[in-house]
Nanobody, 128 residues
Framework: QVQLVESGGGLVQPGGSLRLSCAASGIPFEYYTLGWFRQAPGKEREGVSSIRIASGDTYYADSVKGRFTISRDIAKRMVYLQMNRLSPEDTAVYYC?????????????????????WGQGTQVTVSS
């Protein structure tokens, strides 16, 4: 049974930082791509960042480049999203997702339909 459990969300002031964690079980972790998506009220879900576990290759949406960093700990089967210089526009429910598609060459999967398993989400609110 696949389980993705997110943690680390919360309320933070603009300019602040948060680190999200995703614990994965029930999948061959090293052979997967894991990603972070977010969905704000009234908006479509968007891919924020993803990482091919074995290679460490990453993808970042333009809106978070230079502010967010994705990483993984293979031994712990964990994926992290370090979020710095947060702004109110980053407010959303953040979801961890896992997919068996690995991509090829320089392409790292980052579209919703490329991921098969989803966590329950964690709320991130950026507000003063």
């Amino acid at each position: 049974q696949v389980q993705l459990v997110e943690s680390g969300g919360g309320l933070v002031q603009p300019g602040g930082s948060l680190r999200l964690s995703c614990a994965a079980s029930g999948i061959p972790f090293e052979y997967y791509t894991l990603g972070w998506f977010r969905q704000a009220p009234g908006k479509e879900r968007e891919g924020v960042s993803s990482i091919r576990i074995a290679s460490g290759d990453t993808y970042y949406a333009d809106s978070v480049k230079g502010r967010f960093t994705i990483s993984r700990d293979i031994a712990k089967r964990m994926v992290y999203l370090q979020m710095n210089r947060l702004s109110p526009e980053d407010t959303a429910v953040y979801y961890c997702a896992a997919g068996a598609r690995y991509g090829s060459g320089g392409y790292v999967p980052h579209e919703s339909d490329e991921f098969d398993n989803w966590g329950q989400g964690t709320q991130v609110t950026v507000s003063s």
